[in-house]
C-alpha cells in the first residue's frame, strides 16, 4: 500500500515543509488509522464501559489453581496463589537489622497525593489483579476510547473509539480539576486536522529544542531514527555522553544524574557536597561498566585486542584531558590517583632535586591541607622554609603582600585557584605571573576551579597544574598532573616499577620519557577512562554556561540566608565560586548538619581539610554548602527553610 499523496490539499503546511520524496505524515497516520480500525474490537480485551477497562469477572485468570478464599497476583508464581500482599516488603534474603531499618525509609509513602490516597496504595493496586490495578487507576482501554469527539473537524469527525484520538486534543481536558492556564493554552492551539495531527499552524506559540542537527544533504534522511552511517571499529557501542544541548536546562540536566532521584529519610536527596565530591552522570557509569564488559585488559605490554582497546581507551582519556586543559601535548598529562598525589609527586620528583637548604616554598592561607603538608614534609627534610600569603578579612589574597614574601632563595609557589573553604576565586593567573617574573616554578591546585571554569594552562603559564576526577563528575581514584614538557623532562620518576622504564639489568635502568616515566605499575585504567566521559560530558554542556549558571545560583543562595538571624558567612570574597561557609549562632555544626540531613540535604560540616584559614576567622569549623550545575533554586529555599528553623528555635 503506498501513500496516496494526492488526497492531501497543496495547502496543507505540513505537506509544503516536507523536503521532496518524502511520504506526508498526514498520509501515514491515515493509513495507521485504518489499520487499527480494522482490528478486531476486542483483541482480548473485555468490553470497555465508560473509557476503562472493564472490572474481571473473574478473582484470578485461567490457568492457576487456587486453594478456596485465596487470593494474589494475576500471574503465576511459585508460591501456590501468589504472594500475599505486602509480602513483597519483607526482605527474602538474610541480612543484618541495620540494612532493614535502612531500607524502611523507601516503604515509607514519601509524599500525599492531592487526593488524599497514600502513593503505596496506588502502586500496589495491580499486583492484586492487573485488571483491577487497570479500573482502579483509570486506564482508558485504547487511546481516545471514551474521549467525546471533536467537533469542527475538517473531512470528518472521529469516532470515539478511532485510535487516532490522542487524549491532548481532548475538548473537555481543559475543564478537569487543575488544569493551568498553560495546559487550556496549550490545548486551544492544538486544533485537529482530519488525522488529528497537529500541523506547523497549528503551533504558533511552541519553539522547538534548539538541539543541533547536521545539516541534511541531498539524499539524506529527515528522520533522526534513520542512520545509514555503517558501524565502525572506532565506534564500537561505546556510550558516549548526551549531544550538546542549548539553552542551558537545569531539570534536563538532572536526568543525567540516576542518584539523584535517591530519597533520604523519606525527602528527594539535595546534594549539596559538591565540593567534597559530584555525583555521575549515567554516561560516566555506562562507560564504565562498557570497559569493564568489553575492554578490560591491561595497557601498553600486549599484543591480543582487548590490551589495544584498553590502550586505545587509555590514550583517548589523556588526550581528552589535553584538550580540556588546553594543553599543548599529551606528554605534558600524567594520570595519578588524584590532586593529593600528583602534589606530593611534584614535591617528591621536582622538589627533592631543586629544594635545598635555606630555600623557600610559598603557599597562601587558603590552602587545602594537601597542598601544605608535602612542602612542610619536603622543607623539614630539606631545611627549607615555609611562607604564607595573608588573606584579608574578606577571603581573599593580599597581593602586595604576597610580593613581599618573594626573593631569592624563593624556589616554588603553591596555590589554590578556588579555595574549597570559601569559594574564594583566587587570582592565579597574576600569582603566576608575578612569580615567574622572579624566575620561580609554580604550581596551581585546581581541584575545585576545573568543574567551575575554563581552565586553559597555556594561558595560565603555570608550570604544573593538578585536579581530581570526581571534583569533575567523574570517578574516584584517579587525577591528573599537568605539567610542561622542559620541567617534567627534568625530573626523575618518583616510583619504580613495570611500565615506566625503556630498559633495566642489574646495572642500571633507563626510564621512559613523560608521562610514561611517572606512571609506575598498572594504572586506574577505567576510571582514567571515566574521566575521559566525564570531560566529554562538561565539554558538551559546555563549561561557560555551567559557570554562569552556577554564579546565579550562587547569588540566589547568598541572598537568601544572609538575611537568617544568627548566620554568620565565613569567606565574602567579590569573586567566589559555588561555596557557601557559614555559623549559626546557638547551634553547633554538626547541629546544623544533622537538621539538613532529616531533611535529605547533604552538606559538610568541619574543617574541611583547611584548618589555618578557619583559624583565621576564630573558627574549627562551619556548615559547608557547595552548589553544581544540577542544583536548583527550589533546592536551595529547602536548605533556607531548615535554617530559618533553627534561627527561629533558638531565639
Known sequence: MTPASSSVPAADPTRAALPPGL???????????EFFAALPATLGQAPATGGRLAAPTHPQPSGLSLPPGAAGPSTPAAVPGGMPPGANLVPTSPQSAGAITAAQPKVVPHALAANGVPDHVLQAAPGYDGRIGGQVLHVPEAAGAGLPSPTGVPG?????????????????????????????????????????????????????????????????????FVDTTPPSRDRADVPSAPASR???????????FPILDERVHGRPLVWFDNAATTQKPQCVIDRLAHF???????????????????????????ETVRRFLG???????????????????????????????????????LEHHANIVPWQQLASAKGARLRVIPVDDSGQVILSEYQRLLNDRTKLVSVTQVSNALGTVVP????????????????????????????DVQQLDADFFVFSGHKIFGPTGIGVLYGKREVLQDMPPWQGGGNMIADVTF?????????????????????????????????????????????RLLEYATTQIRPIPGLRLIGTAQDKASVLSFVLDGHST??????????????????????????????????????????TCEEVDRMVAVLRRLAGARR
Open 590 to 631: 554538626d547541629e546544623v548538619g544533622q537538621a539538613l540531613n532529616q531533611e535529605g540535604i547533604a552538606v559538610r560540616t568541619g574543617h574541611h581539610c583547611a584548618q589555618p584559614i578557619l583559624r583565621r576567622y576564630g573558627l574549627e569549623t562551619t556548615v559547608r554548602p557547595s552548589l553544581a550545575f544540577y542544583n
Open 428 to 455: 592565579v593567573q597574576e600569582i603566576v605571573a608575578i612569580a615567574h617574573r622572579h624566575g620561580i616554578r609554580t604550581l596551581v591546585d585546581g581541584a575545585q576551579s576545573v568543574s567551575h571554569m575554563r581552565v
Open 156 to 224: 470528518g469527525a472521529l469516532s470515539p473509539t478511532s485510535p487516532a484520538g490522542f487524549y491532548f486534543l481532548d475538548p473537555a481536558a481543559t475543564a478537569r480539576p487543575g488544569a493551568t492556564d498553560l495546559d487550556r493554552r496549550a490545548i486551544a492551539g492544538l486544533a485537529p486536522n482530519p488525522h488529528a495531527l497537529p500541523t506547523a499552524a497549528h503551533l504558533p506559540a511552541f519553539e522547538p529544542e534548539p538541539y543541533p542537527t547536521a545539516p541534511a544533504g541531498p539524499g539524506s534522511p529527515a528522520f533522526y
Open 292 to 318: 569493564y564488559a568489553h575492554e578490560n585488559s591491561n595497557i601498553h605490554r600486549a599484543a591480543h585486542e582487548l590490551a589495544a582497546r584498553a590502550t586505545d581507551a587509555y590514550e583517548k582519556a589523556r
Open 246 to 256: 542549548a539553552p542551558f536546562d537545569v531539570h534536563e540536566i538532572r536526568r543525567d
Open 23 to 33: 511520504p506526508d505524515p498526514a498520509d501515514l497516520a491515515r493509513l495507521a488509522g
Open 327 to 365: 594543553a599543548s601535548s599529551g606528554e605534558e598529562i600524567v594520570f595519578v590517583r588524584g590532586t593529593t598525589e600528583a602534589i606530593n609527586l611534584v614535591a617528591a620528583s621536582w622538589g627533592g632535586r631543586h629544594i635545598g637548604e635555606g630555600d623557600e616554598i610559598v603557599v597562601s592561607h
Open 507 to 551: 646495572e642500571r635502568t633507563v626510564y621512559q620519557d613523560p608521562p610514561t616515566r611517572f606512571e609506575a605499575g598498572t594504572g586506574n585504567i577505567a576510571d582514567a577512562v571515566g574521566l575521559g566521559a566525564a570531560l566529554e560530558y562538561v565539554e558538551r554542556i559546555g563549561i561557560e554556561s555551567i559557570g554562569r549558571y552556577e554564579h
